[in-house]
């Protein structure tokens, strides 16, 4: 639920009758007859966060009465005071006012004034009106014509550009203002030049506010590649990537060399942002030359294309996510630029893609950039010069960190550990615990040859070596690393990387920022302590209403404004624990200037932030450059951006190959792992940060038994895996209705959550397994009680306990039950995912008539060029074409390997001269099932969903490996509810307020403009596009639009406000984000394909990603299985053979084989020949 406020009016005095109470808290204001005010008002937000408050009594003055129908002409009306009422209560609460009497002769108090005399001469009030006939625009009444009006001035994107122009007539302040403002809107100042978006004229005549018309397909794909990110890198050259920061723009050129041993890194900064110094001022002669300068570019036609890739974020994120001519704009200012830049160099073709990086995409690249550099460069440094680095007792990790590290190794329980010991966690470990267990092998088998004690090392021995050991130290922190924490302007963020047997990314966000206090006017100067305690709540609120988790341990990077937090303590660059952090922040505070508001709100920030998120077990590293050999690193995202694409890149390109000792790592994956699991489940050994590791559950020769432990219901899939078609199963779905922990943990009804479990998934007793596990993931309400409470962890964890105890009873098997914590990002990734999967199936029940043309030839262009960036679509005519020998390959680097789809396009050939036209392409689309999935597949850009208290959209790639991004507004089809914004029944004007809302949500949030691609609509989504009658097959944005248009205006005026709020909901978004000519949604729940049933919920998506993610393991090991059986049957033959020989009544034809050589007997065996082969 949202935190909200209500006021209710107690008791009041004075107040003449007939008036209207007017309350306003904040940025909302509720008013009402003073008679009505039984019911409280009720404001939305914490009332901690409600101010300025103001109350006002709106007293009516004078009124003419009811009169008849006016006729045209002039009428003056005598308008009569409203006096002889006295107050409408006094102190007793007495609220029912008398009916107003009309105008009395005499001295009168007058309603409408204090202390005001009203005497006959000052009642002669009146008002003359003149009427006439007159035609006018039939409109309709209420919020229809607004939203029409408001519904124009999006389509013609008037808002934005009008407030653009009148900031630069307001900064220009030219002579004559409306010779400015014509030549700004209408791109023509009467010379011969154009203006540009200061109101300057270029010389040239190109006006960025104006841009040059282009053909709709051109507008499309630019505007596309803002919001989907390109693949950037490429073997053998170098990728430039460009940061459109907030006030500076940086330049980073990335090579990986030496078979990805060595990274090559060029960076730096110029203090220019990109629109203020290059774009406003129409300079792209300037940037051409930056861009030269920068990457050292060299005037070598032989070199290729020159190929850059820029990221907005901070203002330039939301200045091209809120205004669509800026966006225009700058492309034309980059097409500009790449002109330049081909005229410069010879001819070489230029190309820079445009892209934003939404904050969340932004937090987990730069997670990607601190995991890599963790894992290649040391976290402090030994040296005299850097002792600083080191903790008070010299050591380079706490020692509670070590201690931990130890006790992995130590799997005996006996405090040491030998060579022999490490063996088994080296082959069924993971790759960082491998890489531990086979440093500390080496250690401890020196030790013993060197004639130490041979009883094994010690943890003191361990922590000697880890002294005088670089590797060790790499490894130990390598394992002890756990994630980001990061700050800014507007957010701050946490990123957290599981350690289970596939690791797993999980973010948390929340939109409170250091500047919040100085843009919203907060801190006054000097700041006083009352607003640094407001301060200090306010973060608290956020934090807590985002779902920040709790209790947090491991190793944490602090990045960004929480680095430059600490930088000012003097803490920067060492291992500190959470009580050294937080003691440093609090006498920096203390000591600081009142007048700083900027450092006291980001340190106030930062503590709070620490002191909410982790345990005391919890240390930190404030890092900001890193040093790999002589090579100087930063955590930037853009660093993120190459290191993800380039290992997606090179695990492609591996998956042929063969690498040995995979095996042994596969062992884990084949069936559920033992009882060693319950370990995790018991409440002691449960910390905040270990509820985040995700299990491995995609076993391929058991059913996976999963659980989603929602608000309300308990959902139970039974998913396994199709191995011949490399397809997955779902054998069993089903829901337990009623609460998890409401109606099972706290009635202690264990004996029944254990039946309706063994019910739910169908488990049969004495199927001669020697366990089953059961894994899990808490949603809503139980997210949050999981990370928030303590208590109702522990005792979740100890129902869970006694559950596996009935369970084991009941099938005479040990059985175990593992639950982890998704946060609402990873739950939206995988619910995309799912959907994902799902939609690219060839057999999955989507109607769709004749398939739009741009979908056509969006995924015929994405076949010609798959091996390619998604984003280089090129001009898709009749006479383009693809070699059917080249389908394969293309497919598969699309992500798309369907022997149907394949099958399809050979049959697509009509002709049958092994080349694929624009033309039998589109044909053998519209009648092939296969084809259609796979431009399904291809145009696939994302889901968009909405819940009580939020709305989502998905954004994700369309090639294997691609990125999503997220974008999320705290506005959900409950709000209104909540809030009560609507009476009964709902008016025009309540409605109407409600768009509002969500239009301020979207754009306050950074909702994206003109999206492209086919959408999946899920959730509260698809319950509207039921109302509407638009599900289970693909509709466009217009049909979508009319159809929820149709229903809200067939809803009855005393409709249920739920309805009203989630049709208003789903058509505001949709309205908002997508492009009205090249959009298609798909509103849908169950899916029906391969025979089987599906729901596309998250935990078909978990399965799917660790099913398809560990494709390359069980490809290797089928490899090995073939490979061992084979000698095995060989061995066999030839002992056997071997034998026959020795045999002393062998017959005379063997024994003639005997005298022959080796190899020639082995050719006399027929068998043996077929069981070699």
Known sequence: AEPGMEVSVVDFAGIPAGSMLSIRAGGFRRQRLLNRCNEPFFFHGAASAAYPMQVDVLVPAATSGQLGPL??????????????????????????????????????????????TVTAETTAMHVKLRVQEATCLAMPDGPPAIAAAQRYMDDHNLKDRLTHVLMNLLRERPDDPMKFLSAALCGDCGVDGKLTLDGKVSPDGKSPSSP??????????????????????????????????????????????????????????????????????????AFCKALTEEFELQADTSSGALVFFAGATGMHREMLMSDSNGAECAQNFLCEVQQCLSSRFGGREAKIWLFVPSGLLEAQLELYATEWLVQHAKLVERSALEGRNLNDSGEIFPGMLVRDVFQQLDKNGNGRFTALDLKSIAANSNGKAKKLAGIASELASHKEKNGDRSDGMTLHDFETSLETSDDLQMAVQDIIFSGTLSAGGGSCQMAMMGDGTMPSLQLFTAPIGNRLPLVEGEFSKPVLAQERETWRGRIRAELSRANFPQGVRGLYVGIAAA?????????????????????????????????????????????????????????????????????????????????????????????????????????????????????????????????????????????SYLLDIGSGEVGAYVYEADLLNGRVKVTRHTKIQDSFYEGFVVKDRVEDFATSIVQAFGIEPGLGRRHEVIAGGTTGLHREILLSDQEKRDQIFRFIGRVEEAITKQLGRTTVIRIFVPSGELEAQFELRGVEWLIGQ????????????????????????????????????????????????????????????????????????????????????????????????????????????????????????????????????????????????????????????????????????????????????????????????????????????????????????????????????????????????????????????????????????????????????????????????????????????????????????????????????????????
């Open 71 to 116: 006729g045209s002409g002039e009428h003056r009306l005598d308008l009569h005071p409203l006096t002889g009422v006295g107050p409408a209560g006094t102190s007793s609460g007495s609220r029912d006012p008398a009916a107003a009497t009309a105008a009395a002769t005499g001295s009168a108090e007058c309603p409408g004034t204090t202390g005001t």
């Open 212 to 285: 040059s018309p282009r053909t709709e397909e051109e507008k499309g794909i630019l505007r596309e590649s803002i919001h989907v990110l390109p693949s950037c890198v490429r073997r053998g050259a170098p990728t430039r990537l460009l940061d459109f920061g907030s006030g500076e723009t940086g330049f980073y050129s990335y090579e990986m060399l030496d078979d990805g041993r060595r990274l090559k890194v060029k960076s730096s900064k110029r203090k220019e942002a990109f629109f203020a110094s290059f774009v406003e001022p129409w300079r792209p002669d």
């Open 563 to 703: 680095f430059h937090a600490v930088k000012a303590v003097g803490l920067d660059g060492r291992v500190i624990d959470k009580k050294t952090v937080v003691a440093g922040l609090a006498d920096t505070l203390e000591k600081l200037d009142p007048e700083d508001q900027r450092s006291i709100s980001n340190l106030t920030l930062v503590q709070e932030l620490i002191q909410w998120t982790f345990d005391e077990a919890a240390c930190f590293v404030f890092k900001r450059n890193w040093k790999i050999n002589a090579d100087e690193f930063v955590a930037t995202w853009s660093l993120g951006l190459f290191i993800q694409q380039y290992q997606a890149l090179s695990t492609f390109e591996s998956t042929s190959s063969r690498r040995s000792g995979r095996w042994k790592m596969a062992r884990s994956r084949v069936l559920p792992p033992g009882p060693w699991w319950q370990q995790s489940t018991s409440p002691s050994c449960i910390s905040a940060d270990r509820l985040f590791e995700m299990p491995f559950i995609a076993w391929p020769l058991a059913p």
């Open 842 to 1173: 060839a057999s999955v029940d989507v109607s769709v008539g004749t398939v739009e043309r741009w979908m056509i030839d969006k995924a015929f262009g994405l076949l010609l060029t798959a091996d390619s960036s998604p984003n280089n679509l090129p001009d898709v005519d009749q006479t383009t074409s693809v070699e059917v020998e080249w389908v394969d390959a293309r497919l598969k680097a699309l992500g798309i390997h369907e022997a149907e789809v394949q099958a399809a396009l050979r049959r697509a050939d009509s002709d049958a001269n092994r080349i694929l036209d624009h033309e039998e392409f589109s044909l053998a689309v519209n009648a092939e099932c296969a084809l259609q999935a796979m431009v399904r597949r291809c145009c696939f850009s994302g889901t968009i969903s909405a819940g009580g208290g939020s709305s989502q959209l998905t954004l994700t790639g369309c090639v294997r490996n691609g990125m999503a991004q997220m974008f999320s507004m705290p506005i959900g089809n409950r709000v209104p509810i909540v809030g009560r914004l609507f009476s009964t029944p709902a008016t025009w004007e309540e409605r109407a307020d409600w768009v509002e809302r969500i239009r301020e949500g979207l754009r306050s949030s950074q909702f994206p403009k003109g999206v492209q691609g086919l959408f999946v609509g899920i959730s509260a989504m698809y319950h509207a596009a039921k109302v509407a009658g638009v599900i289970e097959r693909i509709v466009t944005k217009r049909e979508a639009m009319k159809a929820f248009a149709d229903a809200l205006a067939q809803l009855d005026a005393n409709a249920d406000h739920r309805s009203i709020a989630n049709l208003t909901l789903a058509q505001e978004i949709i309205r908002w984000v997508f492009d009205d000519d090249y959009s298609c949604m798909l509103f849908k729940r169950n899916w029906h394909a391969n025979g089987t049933e599906y729901v596309a919920s998250w935990t078909l998506g978990w399965y799917v990603t660790q099913f398809e993610g560990d494709a390359e393991v069980r490809e290797r090991s089928s490899c090995n299985i073939q490979r061992i059986s084979r000698g095995m049957r060989v061995r066999s033959q030839l002992r056997k053979f071997s034998g026959a020989r020795l045999e002393p009544d062998m017959p005379a034809q063997p024994r003639a084989v005997r005298a022959t050589s080796g190899p020639a007997a082995l050719q006399t065996g027929p068998s043996l020949t077929a069981a070699a082969s």
